[in-house]
């Protein structure tokens, strides 16, 4: 499974667009790359899926370069209820443990 | 959200006693999985089942047994609990179906501290 880089920490305002970026420079070529979050004393929780290009769903959007070296999980007018850590992961093949590294800790402040 | 139950919630316990907790789905997801959650590292995998009566180690497997009798249910068993396993442990499930890529779905956490 190829290893993320994410930022550690973020802040942000309410009604803020939030990017995260993932780092995934050895992404294999069936690696899809996924994002899930996690609210304290709480499991992580799925947020959005993709393989290249752009996913949109209710929640965020998923941009992938061309590369695939990157991607960028943007969150639209954050809210406090946004404030949680959201974890980058790359994988193909189903049913294989997923690796978390240690997320991105976003702070929404009113 | 997935029908995932983790027992007990919470739970306290003495250095050298046996501690089992449980994960029960009812979503008849095939794969079922452990993890471990302390801070400054994350999640990591103890031990995952691809089916019944089938299991593998993860990351931190030492310290730990699992056992999966039934589909529905996940059982982390610690032999003799020490300080250091004193974590938040999370139940996971995904459906893997062939061809597709790893959703997981997680359980509430258990809460376990080692005295």
């Known amino acids: 499974l190829a290893k993320t880089t994410q930022p550690i920490s973020m802040d942000s305002y309410e009604g803020q667009e939030v990017n995260i970026t993932c780092s995934h420079n050895?992404?294999?070529?069936?690696?899809?790359i996924t994002w899930y979050q996690q609210f304290p004393s709480q499991g992580p929780r799925f947020i959005i899926q993709?393989?290249?290009t752009k996913v949109t769903n209710e929640v965020a959007s998923l941009f992938i370069p061309a590369d695939r070296k990157s991607s960028t999980l943007s969150l639209p007018r954050v809210s406090l209820s946004d404030t949680a850590v959201y974890y980058c992961?790359?994988?193909?093949?189903?049913?294989?443990?997923?690796?978390f590294g240690k997320g991105t800790t976003l702070s929404v402040s009113s | 959200d997935a029908g995932i139950t983790q027992s007990p919630r919470h739970k306290v316990t003495e250095t050298g006693t046996p501690v089992t907790l449980r994960c029960h789905q009812t979503?008849?997801?095939?794969?079922m999985y452990w993890y471990r959650q302390d801070p400054g590292h994350g999640l990591r995998l103890i031990h995952y089942?691809?089916?019944?009566?089938?299991?593998d180690k993860g990351e931190v497997s030492d310290g730990y047994s699992v056992s999966r009798s039934k589909t529905e249910d996940f059982l982390l068993t610690l032999e003799s609990a020490t300080s250091s396993q004193t974590s938040v442990y999370f139940c996971?499930?995904?459906?893997?179906?062939?061809?597709?890529?790893?959703?997981?779905?997680f359980g509430p956490g258990t809460r376990l501290t080692v005295l």
């Open positions: 996971a499930i995904s459906a893997a179906t062939s061809g597709s890529t790893d959703t997981q779905y």
């Open positions: 050895n992404i294999a070529t069936n690696d899809y």
């Open positions: 992961l790359v994988g193909d093949q189903a049913g294989t443990a997923l690796i």
């Open positions: 979503e008849n997801h095939r794969y």
């Open positions: 089942s691809y089916g019944v009566k089938d299991t």
């Open positions: 993709g393989y290249k």
